[in-house]
């Protein structure tokens, strides 16, 4: 059974920032700003867009404080006078430690995740001192051998192919159903990958698990065999994968398998 992430390992993984929405008066390059700011300190995939995207436009970012990071949800800190936070509407609107009950998410903040869902973009959201300020759609596509390389693995013996991401569903369900894959697992925090792995594990298959993610470790580690792709990603990930592919190509995990037989 072969278990893929989806950002990064399906995708080009070198996601780039399509559009800044922002919500009631707050201005759209604040909204980048303090966002950037904050991913300044992010190891995540998409925070490089982030940053990358506000450098470009020389906004001028300032260092955070006092941030904590939940793993497949969002992140929050201090940049300046105004506490932010940014990732998933779930996190942004009820995850904060400073929210009580939770925030309303604006409509125009709805309009805009199903733009995304339609797009098969990403979309964060961006919080400034409890109220939802606006929201980045960022763009990743999907590699363009992935398709090819999942055809070539199903012919070296793997029966099931499984994608585990932490997307929203209609994200993951059109990623999925361009690629073919047999099982689409949505909105998976990390521990829940690896309970993916393990729940594949108990059904009695041999798992591979490929990702290139900090978030991607545990369940590397979990796998019978974790696949890392190491060109861009988390040393996290490289540690505790079994194998580590050192370039930034997706065919290069049918090779291993071949080699590993060979060997």
Not at 25 to 36: G, N
Not at 175 to 195: N, Q, T, W, Y
Request: proline share 5%; net charge negative.
């Amino acid at each position: 059974v072969l278990m893929f992430d989806k950002t990064g390992t399906l995708t080009s993984g070198v996601p780039a920032l399509a559009e800044v929405e922002s919500f009631g008066s707050f201005e759209a390059t604040e909204v980048l700003r303090l966002a950037a700011s904050l991913d300044q300190v992010s190891p995540h995939v998409l925070a490089g867009a982030i940053v990358r995207a506000a450098r470009e436009r020389d906004l001028e970012l300032e260092f955070p404080e006092q941030v904590v990071e939940r793993h497949g949800a969002g992140i929050e800190g201090t940049i300046g006078s105004h506490r932010v936070a940014l990732g998933k509407a779930s996190f942004v609107t009820g995850g904060l430690p400073f929210v009580t009950g939770g925030l309303p998410l604006p409509r125009a903040a709805r309009d805009v995740r199903r733009r995304s869902v339609l797009d098969g973009s990403s979309c964060v959201f961006v919080a400034f001192d409890g109220q939802v300020a606006g929201a980045l759609l960022i763009d990743d596509p999907i590699r363009p051998d992935t398709p090819r390389v999942i055809r070539s693995l199903r012919r070296t013996g793997v029966r099931r192919v499984v994608m585990v991401t932490g997307d929203h569903p209609d994200v993951a369900e059109s990623v999925g159903a361009a690629l073919g894959v047999d099982r689409i697992l949505s909105e998976r925090a990390p521990s829940e990958k690896v309970d993916a792995v393990e729940a594949e594990r108990r059904e009695g298959g041999t798992v591979i698990m490929v990702g290139d993610g900090l978030n991607d470790a545990p369940a590397l580690a979990a796998a019978d065999v974790g696949v890392a792709m190491g060109a861009r990603g988390a040393t996290a990930s490289s540690e505790a994968a079994d194998v580590v592919i050192v370039v930034d190509r997706l065919d290069r995990l049918v090779e291993a398998i071949a080699i590993a037989r060979r060997s």
